[in-house]
């Protein structure tokens, strides 16, 4: 049996996130600094003392002093708003983008991201948005491995959408040609690396309906081997030396072979040949 002693129970505190809260009371420190500056500049412009100030939004002048020099991050918003329409600097608040939201290029970077992983877990060096032409580094592969074991220079371009695939295509041999210089410089007195490229494309029903349009044609300027080219990507195999072409799904965890066969104008989606979420 447990005796109630009469005295009142502490109650209990809530469970906070202290690491949100410092960085709250960071930021609002650095909101203050800043809104401080601008309202002083504001004041001045104005020709206005803190004594003028502070009547007329109701604060004292010593107040006022501690909000210019940024120490009023506790101050309530009323005052601020008060001060900024005193000194003709009405405040503008608004929140940000949320810090979730995705970047316009998520797609295709969840692309790359999966690549250069892959890459890095079997040995092979990759390098984001590679220039093969320094002179004009708008134009970049999207992921360039160089796989010193099997001396191998890969151009991998990353597609969610193919709009022109007459442009993107004269694009990639114009990338794979101008990395036969890059091949040079890296292979030094052994002779240079071997240059080959790879499409990965996004599985989008539009891309698989794109294939399906035109199988010959992508057949054709696709030869290697799908399946090789998903055990080079995934496992580190020596990549063909004839360009090809994946899918990565959606999602962008995971890279399978489009077609079942080199050469074939059969298209045909695959199935998983290898999972990549490691």
Not at 41 to 50: D, E, P, S
Not at 190 to 210: H, K, Q
Request: include cysteine; charged fraction near 25%.
């Amino acid at each position: 049996m447990r005796f109630m002693t009469g005295e009142p129970r502490e109650p209990r505190q809530r469970r906070r996130d202290p690491g949100s809260r410092f960085e709250g009371e960071r930021e609002a420190r650095s909101v203050a600094t800043r809104l401080g500056g601008d309202l002083r500049k504001g004041r001045v412009r104005k020709r206005l003392t803190q004594e003028q100030v502070g009547q007329r939004i109701g604060i004292d002048q010593s107040r006022v002093c501690q909000l210019e020099l940024g120490r009023g991050a506790g101050a309530p918003l009323g005052v601020w708003i008060a001060f900024g329409i005193a000194v003709g600097r009405p405040l503008a608040v608004a929140a940000t983008r949320s810090l979730e939201s995705e970047p316009r290029d998520a797609g295709h970077l969840a692309g790359q991201e999966l690549v250069m992983r892959l890459a890095q877990a079997n040995g092979v060096h990759a390098t984001f948005e590679l220039p093969t032409r320094p002179q004009n580094p708008a134009l970049m592969v999207d992921v360039g491995l160089r796989d010193d074991r099997h001396r191998v220079l890969d151009i991998t371009e990353i597609w969610n959408r193919l709009d022109d695939l007459g442009g993107a295509r004269r694009t990639f041999k114009r990338k794979l040609a101008e990395a036969e210089a890059l091949a040079v410089a890296v292979g030094g007195d052994r002779g240079p690396y071997r240059v080959t490229g790879c499409w990965v494309l996004r599985a989008t029903a539009a891309n698989r309906a794109l294939l399906a349009r035109y199988p010959t044609i992508f057949a054709s300027e696709f030869p290697g081997s799908s399946r090789q080219w998903v055990w080079a990507l995934t496992a580190g195999a020596p990549p063909p030396s004839e360009p090809g072409l994946v899918w990565i799904d959606v999602a962008g965890t995971r890279i399978y072979e489009a077609r079942a066969t080199a050469g074939s104008a059969r298209n045909s989606a695959g199935t998983p040949a290898r999972s990549t979420t490691r």
